[in-house]
């Protein structure tokens, strides 16, 4: 299994970017397919999830900000960020996996990360 994140790379804030997380030998519309991210000095945190059913879930700091989506036919999940702000400045990683029967986002798979660096 390979989850090929890009898109990455340096803007201003205020700006936007489109991270891609392309899945290989994993069927993405089979797994709730998740971003993370991990900022400097800081543990890696939750970003949001899109679910089978397409449903989305999102952290309180980046609502109303990103949106996830899934292309099935291109077997890819997509992290759409807009007004971007330096404190979302960090490592970003796709994963995969499912919600546990205790409500819980477990994951499965993770992908390499792709550098996402905003400047005030």
């Known amino acids: 299994v390979q989850l090929q994140a890009s898109g990455g790379g340096s803007v201003q804030a205020g700006g936007s970017l489109r991270l891609s997380c392309a899945a290989s030998?994993?069927?993405?519309?089979?797994?709730?397919m998740g971003w993370f991210r991990r900022a400097p000095g800081k543990e890696r945190e939750f970003v949001g999830r899109i679910s089978r059913g397409g449903g989305t879930v999102y952290a309180d700091s980046v609502k109303g900000r990103f949106a996830i989506s899934r292309d099935n036919a291109k077997n890819t999940v997509y992290l759409q960020m807009n007004n971007l702000k330096p404190e979302d400045t960090a490592v970003y990683y796709c994963?995969?996996?499912?919600?546990?029967?205790?409500?819980?986002?477990?994951?499965?798979?993770w992908g390499q990360g792709t550098q996402v660096t905003v400047s005030s």
């Open positions: 030998r994993l069927t993405v519309s089979y797994y709730s």
């Open positions: 994963a995969a996996g499912g919600i546990t029967s205790s409500g819980r986002y477990e994951v499965n798979y």
